[in-house]
């Protein structure tokens, strides 16, 4: 193999999720359901010394498996809106220097989820990221390996426009939601695993969202006049995510933009991380 | 959700592979490692009585899910050969009916491994066809939920082309190989797994083929003028799998075609199976 790789990894925006912690990292983790997005983060790794990155999950990571290799990003959204991002970077940075070492990428991911757990920044986002499936469902807790994930049927030509509104710091966030999540979040998460179909999923994300105060009346009154060709929408920390189908991703994007709402255009990722050899 | 969907589900064509029994068909399967093939089996299913298809896979696993269905088929490959496609029309089947029903798609995926272990026709098909993942690798044996897959990197632009040589009845032949496959195929699979990389899954693959006999000296003859642009090649039961770069495949393919090996080329397959809201 050469002595290079990109490694493609989905965005995640979670939807409804309810935290599960133990006193290993490796089980720690959340069950719950949230989108996986393309185009996703671009992660190159090339052997050799380096690390450094925009989070210091990188050098983590690296720590961690015992690997150094130089590490490159780029994705389309910002750290720390509520995408996943950390995790992405976390996981591909992972997935390529190990890789490049010849060893195997779920040992990669299961560090990636640990080091997403240690820094607060993450309970869902490696194993759905890792895996892909679209519209995908954490049935079971865990890192990649030990937690289980499943996928909701969606509608074939389905689509997500994004809009960051707010930043938070995701540690900061889950301690402040702690008895929300715990009480109406678990109800919520669990009427949805009763029946995991795409319209329960619409219904109940946008609830959570109201509940968890990521969806507030200021942001729904800004896409109300937008909302017909919508199929529905949610909010997680900073992200409003808006469901709809592909042929009419172009007339509310610009009915949005007409109330000032900027948007960016997605489609489901049904694949997980990809490691590619250049 | 209408009352009609189409289940995409990726063919399997194991490489390497060691049978795990035990007494619970969940925890039943293989490690091992194999490849997965794009455009594969497409899966029609409507709400209603049927539940009839070329196999008797499709009536079992309707009636442990207890649910009705009417179930179409189609694949650009035949039953029996080595695709994995008894695996694919079952898991399709119960994907379909499932999703159709508003119930986890997960549980259908396990109930589709059940049939299949039961049935004596696959062990590890059903776990890798509902992931996805290019070159897949089963590190825990089990249905999905249970065994875990992992994936090994591999060249950007991989394709595959196949040839059926021979067909060969699933049970009969785990019957034959089983003291093969427990002694000199075991020691391949751990080498394997010792190094998940794209290069030793070419050498260590080959060297299963021919110790299983799938791959004879005959075959081996007949593709001998065509293997300066392959990566590599292995067979399973009746099928042999070439693997090249997809701007050989034309090449390849009229090279071999010159030798009277008709062909079938295919892309990697990275997602797992997908249900369709039609």
């Not at 779920?106 to 892909?132: K, N, P, R, S």
């Amino acid at each position: 193999m050469r002595r290079r790789v990109k490694v493609l990894v989905p965005l995640h925006v979670t939807a409804m999720w309810l935290p599960v912690y133990t006193d290993n990292p490796l089980t720690t983790g959340s069950i719950g359901v949230g989108v996986l997005l393309k185009p996703g983060a671009v992660v190159e790794v090339e052997a050799g010394s380096g690390g450094r990155g925009p989070i210091p999950h990188i050098s983590a990571v690296l720590k961690r498996l015992g690997l150094s290799a130089s590490v490159r990003f780029s994705a389309p959204v910002p750290l720390g809106a509520g995408y996943g991002l950390s995790a992405a970077y976390t996981l591909g940075a992972a997935l390529g220097a190990s890789a490049l070492a010849g060893r195997p990428l779920i040992e990669a991911a299961q560090t990636a989820h640990v080091v997403e757990v240690e820094m607060g920044t993450g309970l869902g986002d490696v194993i759905a990221e890792f895996y892909g499936g679209g519209i995908e469902v954490r049935v079971k807790p865990g890192a990649p390996g030990v937690g289980v994930v499943d996928k909701v049927p969606h509608p074939r030509r389905l689509a997500a426009l994004t809009h960051v509104f707010r930043r938070e710091d995701t540690s900061s966030m889950l301690v402040r939601l702690r008895d929300a999540l715990r009480e109406r979040g678990a109800k919520l998460v669990e009427k949805f695993l009763e029946q995991p179909t795409y319209d329960s999923f619409l219904e109940l994300s946008a609830e959570f969202s109201r509940v968890m105060g990521f969806l507030t009346p200021e942001v729904e009154g800004r896409i109300r006049r937008c909302k017909k060709q919508m199929h529905g929408y949610y909010a997680k920390k900073g992200v409003l995510v808006v469901l709809l189908d592909v042929n009419e991703v172009e007339e509310v994007e610009e009915c949005l933009m007409r109330e000032g709402v900027e948007v960016k255009s997605f489609g489901l990722s049904h694949v997980g991380a990809v490691v590619l050899r250049e």
